[in-house]
């Protein structure tokens, strides 16, 4: 009994060591560009097997003025906004050169109003999606780091403009889906 006894101590005690252990944080934070339209900053966290990433902010402004002929003009503005967190698991293939994988959920809305000489139209988007990171990492240095990457998914998608208002599903793989970013690890 005092062998067992021994023993399930020495288990607890390995389990409860072993678990203390201290394993390499890993912290990036770098700009990123998708379709070279939205801008933002890119959060990451986790380990060599697990990354926690997070689009902490994503901006998109665009103005524009239209002259059709004949005396009629229109002129748009628009702003957009999206948030995204999922993981990414990295595969190593060589000291400056990562493959990585895994899973995203996104948020987006954006907002335009269109003025034209009769009228004025406002237009909202919003939408959710899942979708699967497939990408890759150069490493430029040791802090600082390249990589590429594409999100297909499904996105549920709203739009109202005025009294109309429509919801639907897509998938897409599209330059929208597809970024860069430069990170900066510590």
């Not at 780091?145 to 429509?166: A, F, M, N, Q, Y």
Request: hydrophobic fraction near 40%.
């Amino acid at each position: 009994m005092k062998r067992i006894t021994v023993f399930l101590l020495f288990s607890v005690f390995m389990a409860n060591y072993g678990l203390s252990q201290d394993v390499l944080r890993i912290k990036e934070i770098g700009l990123f560009t998708s379709d070279l339209n939205s801008f933002g900053i890119r959060c990451k966290t986790g380990t060599d097997d697990l990354m926690y990433r997070f689009s902490a902010f994503s901006l998109s402004l665009s103005s524009a003025e239209y002259d059709f002929g004949n005396g009629i003009a229109q002129d748009e503005d628009e702003f957009g906004l999206g948030l995204a967190g999922g993981i990414e698991k990295p595969v190593s293939l060589n000291e400056r050169f990562d493959l990585f994988y895994g899973g995203e959920l996104s948020l987006q809305y954006k907002n335009s109003d269109v003025v034209d000489e009769e009228e004025v139209s406002k237009r909202k988007f919003g939408s959710w999606g899942l979708g699967v990171v497939l990408g890759c990492s150069y490493y430029i240095s040791p802090k600082f780091k390249l990589s590429v990457e594409v999100i297909p998914g499904l996105t549920h998608i709203r739009v109202k403009e005025g009294d109309l208002d429509v919801t639907g599903w897509k998938f897409e793989v599209s330059n929208q889906n597809a970024g860069i970013t430069l990170s900066y690890r510590f």
